[in-house]
């Protein structure tokens, strides 16, 4: 399975930027977009920096995997409803998807995906799109405000992550919302990743993927072998079509 070298790790910094700041020279960014954990993570020169939750594709129309650029980037953007006949919204406090569009992908029907604001604040953190990626207002404010055309977005598949915190390892596994993994792909999908770990406590990694609770189950610690990298998921499963 392919592995992408970003490496998610427990103690994400977050940091405040101002929204309107002017991007440094010096820094190079990157988004990697969980679909499974329905999360963004900002990377700056390799490093996370923030992280926002997001609205997904629904089951029906999932957010597409792979590895993208940003190529579009509009403010105050018009918008009408893909998937029906409807009059453009134009820029305003009616249009649904806010000032901020980053455009990362467009399918064979010329449809393109993209981050977003939204004004249905609830679908921020589900399944809950037509494939594009919702974000509260100030989050998509800022993160227009950072990023550039030209910017990597990697959207991936992990429904279960690995934490490390002063030598323990944490694991947290989210439901598989597209119907790509069984259980047992999932406890393989986990090994993959906990190679070289001291898992004291692997009844966990049982637990945690039979619950698919999102909480964080201790399962042991990070042994002698630096762990490895994690997974990117069944890109195969969720292409661009």
Same mark, same amino acid.
């Given at each position: 399975?392919?592995?992408?070298?970003?490496?998610?790790?427990?103690?994400?910094?977050?940091?405040?930027?101002?929204?309107?700041?002017?991007?440094?020279?010096?820094?190079?960014?990157?988004?990697?977009?969980?679909?499974?954990?329905?999360?963004?993570?900002?990377?700056?020169?390799?490093?996370?920096?923030?992280?926002?939750?997001?609205?997904?594709?629904?089951?029906?129309?999932?957010?597409?995997?792979?590895?993208?650029?940003?190529?579009?980037?509009?403010?105050?953007?018009?918008?009408?409803?893909?998937?029906?006949?409807?009059?453009?919204?134009?820029?305003?406090?009616?249009?649904?998807?806010?000032? !901020?569009?980053? #455009?990362?992908?467009?399918?064979? $029907?010329?449809? @393109?995906?993209?981050?977003?604001? =939204? %004004?249905?604040?609830?679908?921020?953190?589900?399944?809950?799109?037509?494939?594009?990626?919702?974000?509260?207002?100030?989050?998509?404010?800022?993160?227009?405000?950072?990023?550039?055309?030209?910017?990597?977005?990697?959207?991936?598949?992990?429904?279960?992550?690995?934490?490390?915190?002063?030598?323990?390892?944490?694991?947290?596994?989210?439901?598989?919302?597209?119907?790509?993994?069984?259980?047992?792909?999932?406890?393989?999908?986990?090994?993959?990743?906990?190679?070289?770990?001291?898992?004291?406590?692997?009844?966990?990694?049982?637990?945690?993927?039979?619950?698919?609770?999102?909480?964080? !189950?201790?399962? #042991?610690?990070?042994?002698?072998? $630096?762990?490895? @990298?994690?997974?990117?998921?069944? =890109? %195969?499963?969720?292409?661009?079509?």
């Amino acid at each position: 399975m392919k592995k992408l070298f970003l490496l998610l790790t427990f103690g994400l910094l977050f940091i405040s930027l101002p929204a309107h700041s002017l991007r440094p020279l010096n820094q190079t960014y990157a988004v990697v977009l969980n679909v499974a954990s329905r999360k963004v993570i900002l990377y700056n020169n390799g490093v996370p920096t923030k992280e926002y939750p997001v609205g997904v594709g629904k089951s029906l129309t999932p957010t597409p995997l792979g590895n993208f650029k940003v190529v579009r980037r509009i403010f105050n953007p018009a918008w009408v409803n893909p998937y029906r006949q409807s009059k453009v919204i134009g820029p305003g406090a009616l249009n649904p998807i806010g000032q !901020y569009w980053l #455009g990362f992908a467009m399918n064979t $029907k010329k449809q @393109e995906y993209g981050f977003h604001a =939204t %004004t249905d604040l609830s679908s921020v953190g589900q399944a809950s799109t037509h494939g594009c990626i919702r974000m509260y207002p100030e989050d998509i404010k800022e993160l227009f405000n950072l990023i550039t055309v030209g910017t990597p977005v990697h959207v991936i598949y992990n429904p279960i992550e690995v934490k490390e915190y002063e030598n323990k390892l944490f694991v947290r596994v989210y439901p598989d919302v597209y119907g790509y993994m069984n259980d047992q792909e999932y406890l393989q999908f986990a090994k993959n990743q906990l190679t070289g770990a001291n898992l004291v406590k692997e009844d966990n990694l049982y637990k945690a993927v039979a619950s698919k609770d999102e909480k964080d !189950y201790f399962i #042991g610690w990070t042994g002698a072998n $630096k762990l490895n @990298e994690q997974e990117t998921g069944p =890109t %195969t499963k969720g292409t661009l079509n």
